[in-house]
Every structure is written in structure tokens, then in C-alpha cells.
């Protein structure tokens, strides 16, 4: 390694400390320039490599010889690991090869566009129900939590109908689900690992149940379709495999779409001509997703991804040792594939974002989320012309979700709901 190589990799490595830091985790993106400056990959250190640039990001995406961390890559970096229900091998997201391909085909017929679309009635009612409710709640003038009255509500609602989980058992979901994300964390301690510990547990739990109940009275939704599949005893998913890949779609499922909606009306709050685009239809709601997606994206890092052999990424040698960390919230803001990455303009020119990863680990669920947002923000910028920040909004402690913890909004003057309107 050279001098220059060596002070770029020192460099790099401050500034990947500084992202772990609250400061850098409440604003991540000056980090990221400075990364961008560096290269499209940088070795931070032994074993280490960062990928903040977007074709090297997205190339690494997209490349099949490129594996995320099963069983045999846990037992070489963290022997401990089975310890911990809470770091499953048997999920999508730490799956590789025919195993993965064999239980992302099952679930990727329970998710094709047709069926995301002929949701958007459902999503179009649950949205203005919620929107009722938080206008009564605000009528007063008193601040309403966006994000525990709405950006939490509807997505964790419309994936709960979607799998069939019953409405009663919805209630202790959302904080079991927030503690399990704290494995996604690189800076989950003991005490957090705990706590997800007894989370997956209580999940699992969860699912037998529902596995149990589905089993005895089958209904025309996924988790019967995975039920009737792993019952039929062909190979195509396991009782295990499908507990842990459904709590995996359960958390999935409204993680990202609730630090969608919070980020993005974030953003329209803040940029008042944008949110009146909104409305008159001047800015096209699905435009303005894809913007929020790239600007403040809901996940900033794609994972730790080792290629199967030596190959380079970004011009950087990298063997099956190495972790290569795929920074997409950098990525999505790399000036050499955006022009003004840090201006927010729904409807630019040029690539889509990362935020939903690629290739073979692409998310399943990307184009529900989208769905979601693309029905949910025309909504409440209508039906709430005046609404604007409370005091105390408060970001969730993480450098890989971003997403606020509480968004409190004053909704002020409140129009009557045009139902059945299209969004």
C-alpha cells in the first residue's frame, strides 16, 4: 500500500467514526461528501472497505459473485452468533445462492404488481381514515405525532392484511419489531442485543401462533399460500425457514415505509413550493417518492457483502475476507451521477436510487412502500393545507435506518376529505 493510499484509508476511517457518532448520525450526508472525494471505494483498514460512490455501489449490487453473510460467514467473523435468536441465518437477508433463490421465488409470487395495485383501494381508505383521526386529534390545535398516528399506522396495517395477521394481535408489534432492527445497528451493544434477543422470541412466538391458526383455517392471503407450501412437503420452505422469513416480511414491511413518510413530509413541510406542487399535481406524487427515496433515503446502508473470490470494486482490490460496506444513503447523493445532490428535485434526471438495494437481494417489498407514499403524501398535503412542524422532533438513534423516532406537526386549518379522489 502506498503513502497516499494509506492517508486516504486514515481519512476514511475518522470519517466513518464520525458517522457513528450522534452528530454524524442526525446529519450523515457532509460525511458523505467527504467520502465522495476520497474515491468510489476506499480501504478504511484491514478487512474493511467503504462504498460510497453509486456505480460502484450499484455494480456490487448487482453482481451474483458478491455474497451476504450466512451461516458458514457468522461462524468465521462471530462464532457466538447462534446464541442469539435474533441473528437468524435462515432469513433473505442472510441467505445465498439456491436456498435464497429457492425462498425468494415462494415469496415473490405473493408480491407481483398486480397484486400492489389492486391494493391501492384498501391503502387509499386506510389513509383517509387515519387522516380523520388525526384531524380530530389536532382539531384543537394540540400537536399530533405523525409518526405514531399515521407513519407507523398504515404501513404496519396494510402489510399485516396483506400477510393475514388478525387485527388483535397487532398491538405489542411495533416495539418487539424496534427492537429487533437494533441487529441491523453496527453499534448495537450487549444491552440492545438483549433486548432483540427477546424480541425474536416473542415474534416467533407470534408466528407459530398464527402458522397454527392459518393451518387449521386457511384464508385467502400470503401466510396461507406459504402454509399450504411448507405443508406440502416438496422442499420449497421449511417450518423454520418460513417463521423467520415471515417475521423478516412483518418487520421489512413497515421498517422503510414508516421512515418514508416521516422523512418525506419532513421535506414537504420544509419546502412549501414542493408541497404545493403536491396538491395541485404540479409535482406527481410517484416523482416526489422516488426524490424522498434519494435525498433522506429510509436505509443508508445496503450491508457487508464479500465477494466469492478476488475481484475489484471501484478500482480497490477486495478478496472473500474483506467486508465491502455498501453505503446507498452516500450513494444516493454522489455528485458524479447527480447533478445537485443536495438539492431536492422530484422528477430529476438521471438514475434511481439505491435505497432498495439490487440485484438478487432487490426488496421485495419496494413497490408496496412506493405504493404507500405515492397515495399517502398527495393526502395530507390536501387535506391539511397549514400543516407544519411541532416542537420536538426527535431522529431515531441509527447510521443504517433513518427515520424519525417522533414527528410531532401542528395540522392547522383542515379541509373536508374529497373520498374516492385519486391521488
Do not use: K
Not at 129 to 149: I, K, Q, T, W
Amino acid at each position: 500500500m502506498t503513502a497516499q493510499q494509506e492517508a486516504t484509508g486514515s481519512q476514511a476511517q475518522e470519517i466513518f467514526r464520525e458517522l457513528l457518532e450522534p452528530a454524524g448520525m442526525a446529519d450523515p450526508y457532509p460525511h458523505y461528501a467527504r467520502l465522495h472525494a476520497l474515491g468510489q471505494a476506499i480501504r478504511a483498514g484491514d478487512g474493511l472497505v467503504l462504498v460510497p460512490g453509486y456505480e460502484a455501489a450499484s455494480a456490487v449490487l448487482r453482481d451474483p459473485r458478491f455474497l451476504v453473510p450466512d451461516a458458514e460467514r457468522l461462524d468465521r467473523v462471530y462464532p457466538g452468533w447462534r446464541d442469539h435468536p435474533s441473528l437468524s441465518a435462515e432469513s433473505l437477508l442472510n441467505l445465498n445462492g439456491e436456498r435464497h433463490a429457492r425462498i425468494r421465488g415462494l415469496m415473490a409470487r405473493e408480491f407481483t404488481a398486480r397484486r400492489v395495485r389492486d391494493l391501492r383501494p384498501a391503502v387509499e381508505r386506510l389513509t383517509d381514515a387515519l387522516l380523520d383521526a388525526m384531524a380530530e386529534r389536532g382539531s384543537g390545535g394540540e400537536p399530533v405525532d405523525f409518526m405514531d398516528e399515521f407513519a407507523f399506522a398504515l404501513p404496519v396495517t396494510v402489510i399485516c392484511e396483506l400477510i393475514g395477521v388478525p387485527e388483535r394481535d397487532r398491538a405489542p408489534f411495533r416495539p418487539l419489531a424496534r427492537s429487533l432492527t437494533a441487529t441491523l445497528e453496527p453499534l448495537a451493544g450487549a444491552a440492545r442485543l438483549a433486548e432483540a434477543d427477546e424480541a425474536a422470541v416473542a415474534l416467533g412466538e407470534m408466528m407459530s401462533d398464527l402458522v397454527a391458526l392459518r393451518r387449521a383455517r386457511p384464508a385467502g392471503d400470503l401466510l396461507s399460500a406459504l402454509v399450504a407450501a411448507c405443508d406440502a412437503g416438496d422442499g420449497r420452505i421449511t417450518g423454520s425457514e418460513l417463521l423467520h422469513n415471515l417475521i423478516l416480511l412483518l418487520v421489512a414491511g413497515f421498517e422503510t415505509t414508516t421512515n418514508l413518510l416521516g422523512n418525506g413530509l419532513a421535506i414537504a413541510m420544509a419546502d412549501r413550493a414542493v408541497a404545493q406542487g403536491m396538491r395541485t399535481g404540479e409535482v406527481a406524487a410517484e416523482a416526489f417518492v422516488e426524490e424522498v427515496l434519494r435525498f433522506d433515503s429510509p436505509v443508508q446502508f445496503a450491508g457487508d457483502r464479500r465477494p466469492a473470490g478476488p475481484t475489484r470494486v471501484g478500482g480497490i482490490l477486495v478478496g472473500p475476507d474483506d467486508h465491502v460496506v455498501l453505503m446507498t444513503g452516500a450513494a444516493n447523493r454522489d455528485p458524479r451521477r447527480f447533478t445537485e445532490p443536495g438539492r431536492f428535485w422530484p422528477g430529476r434526471p438521471g438514475p434511481g436510487p439505491l435505497s432498495f438495494g439490487g440485484g438478487l437481494h432487490f426488496c421485495l417489498g419496494a413497490a408496496l412502500a412506493r405504493l404507500e407514499g405515492a397515495v399517502a403524501f398527495p393526502r395530507v398535503l390536501r387535506r391539511f393545507p397549514g400543516i407544519e412542524p411541532a416542537a420536538g422532533p426527535e431522529r431515531r438513534a441509527g447510521v443504517v435506518l433513518r427515520g424519525y423516532e417522533h414527528l410531532p406537526v401542528a395540522v392547522g386549518r383542515i379541509l373536508r376529505p374529497r373520498y374516492g379522489m385519486r391521488s
